[in-house]
């Protein structure tokens, strides 16, 4: 695996700067979610640093990476070009910076829609890439609060709004984001 400046010359060079600011930004926020939660928060920095190593790829290389990998997207995914780069991301983590750890390649895979029982982690940066300090939309700063209070009642609520969102602009919501939603609900701890 890179090292964790090799992995951020390499993001610099192959990412847009806006793009390179919000991943340190979800690195960051990560490495502090980590601590708080009790685990790795090198594992966690990585993770951030490379959940976008496919965004700025051009569609047809994403779509070579997905029949290559023989990926079959979902009928939702297969109409939100939006999702590829997270659904190739793990793959282009484990190609371009080497990184082996199943459990960051996992949250990598799952930082945009989420999924059923997620890993503290895949929790961590599905969350640090919605609450990054460079993040501006109304309900960041409730959701920013809720997280570091206790990170799975920030990502319910995180979840719950990603999905008013979609819903607000009639946009295509993916079955994974709902079940990961489900699976918060059907513990006890949100019943009531």
């Given at each position: 695996?890179?090292?964790?400046?090799e992995i951020k010359a390499y993001l610099k060079t192959n990412l847009m700067e806006k793009r390179y600011t919000h991943i340190l930004g979800v690195a960051d926020t990560a490495k502090k979610l980590a601590k708080l939660n009790g685990?790795?928060?090198?594992?966690?920095?990585?993770?951030?640093?490379?959940?976008?190593?496919?965004?700025?790829?051009?569609?047809?290389?994403?779509?070579?990476?997905?029949?290559?990998?023989?990926?079959?997207?979902?009928?939702?995914?297969?109409?939100?070009?939006?999702?590829?780069?997270?659904?190739?991301?793990?793959?282009?983590?484990?190609?371009?910076?080497?990184?082996?750890?199943?459990?960051?390649?996992?949250?990598?895979?799952?930082?945009?829609?989420?999924?059923?029982?997620?890993?503290?982690?895949?929790?961590?940066?599905?969350?640090?890439?919605?609450?990054?300090?460079?993040?501006?939309?109304?309900?960041?700063?409730?959701?920013?609060?809720?997280?570091?209070?206790?990170?799975?009642?920030?990502?319910?609520?995180?979840?719950?709004?990603?999905?008013?969102?979609?819903?607000?602009?009639?946009?295509?919501?993916?079955?994974?984001?709902?079940?990961?939603?489900?699976?918060?609900?059907?513990?006890?701890?949100?019943?009531?």
């Amino acid at each position: 695996m890179l090292s964790i400046e090799e992995i951020k010359a390499y993001l610099k060079t192959n990412l847009m700067e806006k793009r390179y600011t919000h991943i340190l930004g979800v690195a960051d926020t990560a490495k502090k979610l980590a601590k708080l939660n009790g685990i790795s928060e090198e594992k966690a920095e990585i993770a951030g640093l490379a959940h976008d190593v496919a965004k700025n790829l051009k569609v047809d290389t994403m779509k070579e990476i997905m029949e290559k990998n023989n990926i079959i997207l979902s009928e939702v995914e297969q109409n939100n070009a939006n999702l590829w780069h997270s659904i190739i991301a793990d793959i282009v983590a484990k190609d371009k910076l080497g990184i082996g750890d199943e459990e960051i390649l996992d949250a990598v895979r799952w930082h945009t829609t989420g999924k059923e029982d997620m890993s503290t982690l895949t929790k961590i940066i599905y969350i640090a890439d919605m609450i990054e300090p460079s993040r501006k939309f109304e309900g960041v700063e409730d959701i920013r609060k809720l997280t570091f209070e206790d990170l799975d009642r920030g990502v319910y609520y995180g979840l719950t709004c990603s999905i008013e969102f979609l819903l607000t602009r009639n946009l295509l919501i993916d079955e994974n984001t709902m079940k990961a939603r489900n699976y918060f609900l059907l513990d006890s701890k949100f019943k009531g």
